[in-house]
């Protein structure tokens, strides 16, 4: 199996756990939505570049789908 | 492992698994993204309603079924990379992926049954008419996306795809992935958040 497949998936399961305890004992409100949107936004991109294999498509592409996880990021962490 | 690179890679009509795949990808984002931001515009109004619904909620199990959505993305990746590179474990890295799928299928309607058994339904608030449409329709996805890969990997072990042909396995990959990426926002907005 692909290395760096397996090293983003440790990540990916460590942000989880990392998000998981974080909203369980360490934040609360607006500092919790921007804890957990920061998690989120590491870890839409570690799955889009590394497991879709987004790293090896057309700038435009990476620029939109990077776009849209911190727009819509920013926003939850306005609304929340 | 060396990943195959395909030399249209960087046209920008060719996004990996094929435009059509990612104009879909980008629709349903924006559509759990809008539905989620009108979620958070509702609990702003009903704070106190929210938040002790949500602690109905078992953040155990969606944590847990956030690592089996994380598991089944990491064999599906390895599914097609072996495939691409003409390798022997494909059926089972894609057999796992399948199985992953079903097991967060398994616990989702676990949880389903744990609110049921509580009297918990579509009607009983505000919260709960998101949580039973967002989760429902992510389910759903899901649903779709172990049938899709099924069938794919009905089709390599016939033949029909190979090293040299395997743009739709990689279609069928991307909408996988798809079911991760709203399910990593979906769970802390709904599940976490207070």
Redesign the interface.
């Known amino acids: 199996m692909n290395k760096s497949n397996i090293i983003t998936w440790v990540g990916l399961v460590s942000f989880t756990l990392l998000t998981f305890y974080s909203s369980e004992a360490l934040f609360t409100g607006k500092q919790l939505a921007l804890v957990l949107m920061g998690i989120v936004v590491v870890k839409f991109l570690g799955i889009g570049y590394q497991f879709i294999e987004l790293k090896r498509a057309h700038t435009v592409w990476k620029v939109l789908f990077t776009g849209f996880i911190l727009v819509f990021g920013l926003l939850v962490v306005v609304f929340a | 492992?060396t990943?195959t690179?395909e030399p249209q890679?960087?046209?920008?009509y060719y996004?990996?698994?094929g435009l059509l795949i990612?104009i879909i990808v980008?629709l349903e984002?924006?559509t759990f993204?809008a539905f989620?931001?009108v979620f958070?515009?509702y609990r702003?109004a009903d704070l106190e309603t929210f938040t002790s619904a949500q602690q109905v909620l078992n953040?155990?199990l969606g944590?847990i079924n956030?690592?089996v959505l994380?598991?089944s993305?990491?064999f599906?990746?390895?599914g097609l990379?072996e495939l691409k590179k003409g390798g022997i474990k494909t059926h089972m890295?894609l057999g796992i992926t399948i199985a992953l799928g079903i097991l967060f299928m398994a616990l989702k309607g676990y949880e389903y049954y744990e609110k049921i058994e509580l009297g918990i339904g579509f009607n009983t608030n505000q919260f709960f008419v998101f949580y039973w449409l967002l989760t429902g329709f992510h389910l759903i996805h899901v649903l779709v996306a172990v049938v899709l890969v099924s069938y794919m990997l009905y089709n390599i072990k016939s033949g029909s795809y190979s090293s040299t042909n395997f743009e739709d396995v990689e279609t069928a990959?991307?909408f996988w992935?798809m079911c991760?990426?709203i399910w990593?926002?979906l769970f802390?907005?709904i599940y976490?958040?207070?």
């Open positions: 492992m990943e690179i890679d960087k046209s920008i996004p990996p698994g990612w980008f984002l924006l993204g989620l931001i958070l515009a702003k953040s155990t944590m956030t690592i994380l598991t993305g990491l599906m990746a390895a990379v890295y990959g991307v992935h991760d990426l990593i926002f802390p907005i976490l958040l207070h």
